[in-house]
């Protein structure tokens, strides 16, 4: 199914934006023919598979028992992975992990190590590639929070958050501040509110209204009954 080619595009779409302006470069111009051909046809495809396991295997066999826990593959795998379960089945693993790299990418533009232009290619190759680059659990505050501190569980104390600070080019942080989180999110919430946000603002309205209509119903209903 398409959904799953997209799903899988979500783990090549992260090693591509830390690791290598080639494959960021391919995804964004052969996006089509990949989703479309499902990796059949062509020496794109090829290229595409190649690269992105030489990549994972770069970063991953010098280190197989995860001795180092400071690796830069777990780009996308800080807030992902609470917000993934919290949300199963609806959302994938590679769905997840792309939300997570934008996040992330914001971050890093907050902090200066991307500008905006590279932040927009960013966010339109995910666009591109039919990957979500909304989520209202990625403006949750909370859970973001919760998401973070969760990571420092299963890094030894330590964030050890990777960001991009280009395309192909990342650097591990361990002093991200929660405050970080808050104005993340705003810029999360401001590059997708055309798109997603104002939709979700207006169906959670749309939801509380009907719960209000309901209670009405239900409140006219027992005085006609008394």
């Known amino acids: 199914e398409e959904k799953e080619i997209v799903n899988g595009l979500g783990e090549i779409f992260k090693i591509a934006i830390i690791k290598s302006t080639e494959l960021f470069n391919l995804l964004d111009s052969s996006f089509e023919s990949l989703i479309n051909e499902k990796f059949q046809y062509g020496a794109v495809p090829v290229r595409v598979i190649n690269l992105s396991i030489s990549l994972m295997l770069e970063e991953l066999a010098p280190n197989l028992w995860e001795k180092n826990l400071k690796r830069a593959v777990d780009f996308g795998h800080t807030f992902s992975p609470v917000i993934e379960l919290k949300n199963i089945p609806n959302l994938l693993h590679g769905e997840a992990v792309a939300l997570d790299c934008i996040f992330s990418s914001c971050l890093s533009f907050n902090r200066?190590?991307?500008?905006?232009?590279?932040?927009?290619?960013?966010?339109?190759?995910?666009?591109?590639?039919?990957?979500?680059?909304?989520?209202?659990?990625?403006?949750?505050?909370?859970?973001?929070?919760?998401?973070?501190?969760?990571?420092?569980?299963?890094?030894?104390?330590?964030?050890?958050?990777?960001?991009?600070?280009?395309?192909?080019?990342?650097?591990?942080?361990?002093?991200?501040?929660?405050?970080?989180?808050?104005?993340?999110?705003?810029?999360f919430k401001e590059i997708n509110w055309k798109k997603f946000w104002l939709v979700d603002q207006v169906m959670d309205l749309v939801s509380q209204f009907q719960n209000y209509l309901l209670k009405v119903v239900i409140l006219f209903m027992v005085f006609q009954g008394l």
């Not at 949750?140 to 030894?156: G, I, W």
Request: hydrophobic share 35%; proline share 1%; aromatic share 12%.
């Open 112 to 187: 200066g190590y991307i500008n905006k232009e590279i932040l927009s290619n960013i966010i339109n190759v995910a666009r591109k590639l039919k990957l979500n680059t909304y989520h209202k659990d990625f403006t949750n505050y909370s859970l973001l929070k919760e998401s973070m501190d969760d990571a420092y569980k299963h890094r030894n104390g330590n964030q050890y958050i990777t960001l991009p600070i280009g395309i192909g080019d990342y650097k591990i942080f361990n002093d991200i501040e929660y405050n970080e989180l808050k104005d993340a999110i705003r810029l």
